[in-house]
């Protein structure tokens, strides 16, 4: 299988970018051809793609719109792979990456795959953090239910087919992803959809438990910002239920429990604290757009 892999960027993200093409250019994938769009968004200074130690071609586009789903829609109607892979600056796929994905894609009835997006350096607090959310995930995209699916635009992988049926993405700033692969689930079946733990790219800002943190910070502050869709809220009874399974999965104890309650805590918190800060943000924009119109 062909596969056509889209990276929106700016060009404020090029030192990024040099990372993320570096893992997709080693890719261990024999099953067809690989080729890579780098589709720069919303005008400003040319994108200049870093020197690579490979003589792939690499095709750069460009579009003025601001979303970065318009780079990938532009980018999916240049492309001429059977599949198509979408990740971002900053993120690096591991090895197996693309054989992963297509592996996923050539079961008869998945069109969708959801990859994680991995911490560049893992420590046991991070390991702790993300033990719950590997539990959560694995629950969601077997649970049946279309309203608790999500997209990840730093790593999922179409199939055109699909794509072309039930894209192109919402030209939005967030969410689009999500808002196409829970159409799928609603229009077609939940089965389309999986996850594929296997199809890892690792985000280098994340390096730590503070990054962590911080991340959330930024996901909450942008899904008030931009008003994204996102997927329906787990009720806290299942959130229970997922808790005493990721305990029971990796076979910790009272004082890793303990732990696990206070990092979970601090992210929920961190997270909260970006919706509150989007919130403040987006009410200043209204005002100040208010006073330029009066």
Known sequence: MNVSVIIPAQAAEARQLASTLDGILGQLYDGGGIEVFVVQYGGGDGLTLPSLTTGQEIKLLAVDHPSPYAARNFAASQATGEALLFTEPGCVPEPQWVRAHVSR?????????????????????????????????????????????????????????????????AEVMRGADSKLVQKVAREISCGEIALTPEAVVRQQSVRGIPSCFRDRFIHGRALQVHQSSHSAPISLERRLSLFRGTLDQRGYGPMKAAGLVGLLAAGILAFRIGGWAGSAARRREIVLDRKGKT
């Open 105 to 169: 894609l050539l079961d008869s009835t998945v069109t969708v795959s959801i990859g994680p997006v991995a911490p560049a350096r893992v420590t046991s607090a991070v390991e702790m953090f993300l033990s719950y959310e590997d539990t959560r995930d694995a629950w969601v995209f077997s649970c049946g239910h279309w309203q608790h699916y999500f997209g990840r635009p730093k790593n999922m992988a179409v199939a055109r087919r699909r794509f072309e049926t039930h894209g192109p993405f």
